[in-house]
């Protein structure tokens, strides 16, 4: 157990819904990142927060959102919700040079 | 800039055989390496790290790797497999200086028989 915690575990929902994705780092870490695992694209990294400010982004959609919250949880919002944006969501925190991985989301678009 | 090649997309062994699973880097910077691992339906693990310390890096599991600067390399070794270390391998480069920028290789799946 990493000590990353996301919720919902499955998401199924329909094409142009909005979904939340939620994710709590281990104590103490700062920084959250975000990923999204498909078959045909493999792990790519979707944006970073550190401390409540955006730090870095990746290959995020303009359709994805993302926010850090005082407490360090943060939330990736998805809408407008395509075939194509099924996959597994990963949050991952991290201390140093090391990211520590959550179990992830795993999103189904119908 | 970085980047990292996974030389294989599979590898299968048997059980009690040795496991390699082979990796190269390309860096710009002094590289932190990572090994992860996942398993099906499961978050990323992490297996190892190496950041510039020793170059033989012990991890979790029976498993190591070794940083070698000539060869740009960090394979990924195992002595004898077990059915449980059936999985997906991630080899990870970033610049040491910047966590932000990690790079994940495409991954190799590994299948042990029994």
């Known amino acids: 157990d990493s000590g990353v915690t996301q919720t919902p575990k499955h998401l199924i929902t329909a094409t142009g819904q909005r979904v939340t994705l939620r994710c709590s780092p281990r104590s103490g870490d700062l920084s959250v990142y975000w990923y999204q695992q498909s078959l045909d694209q493999g792990l790519q990294f979707l944006i970073q927060?550190?401390?409540?400010?955006?730090?870095a982004k990746g290959n995020i959609l303009e359709r994805f959102s993302a926010q850090q919250f005082p407490d360090l949880h943060s939330e990736l919002n998805l809408s407008s919700l395509e075939l194509g944006d099924s996959a597994l969501y990963f949050c991952a925190s991290s201390v140093a040079d090391t990211q520590y991985f959550g179990p992830g989301t795993r999103l189904t678009v119908l | 800039a970085q980047s990292v090649t996974q030389l294989d997309s599979h590898v299968s062994v048997s059980e009690g055989t040795p496991v390699l699973l082979r990796c190269n880097y390309s860096s710009s910077y002094s590289p932190s390496l990572f090994w992860y691992v996942q398993h099906p339906n499961k978050g990323l693990q992490l297996l190892l790290k190496?950041?510039?310390?020793?170059?033989l890096v012990k991890g979790i599991n029976g498993f190591e790797a070794e940083f070698k600067k000539s060869e740009t390399s960090f394979h990924l070794t195992k002595p004898s497999a077990h059915m449980s270390d059936a999985a997906e391998y991630f080899c990870?480069?970033?610049?040491?200086?910047?966590?932000?920028?990690?790079?994940f290789g495409a991954g190799t799946r590994l299948t042990v028989k029994p």
């Open positions: 927060y550190y401390n409540g400010e955006e730090r």
């Open positions: 190496y950041t510039s310390a020793a170059t």
């Open positions: 990870v480069v970033s610049a040491s200086y910047n966590n932000n920028d990690m790079r």
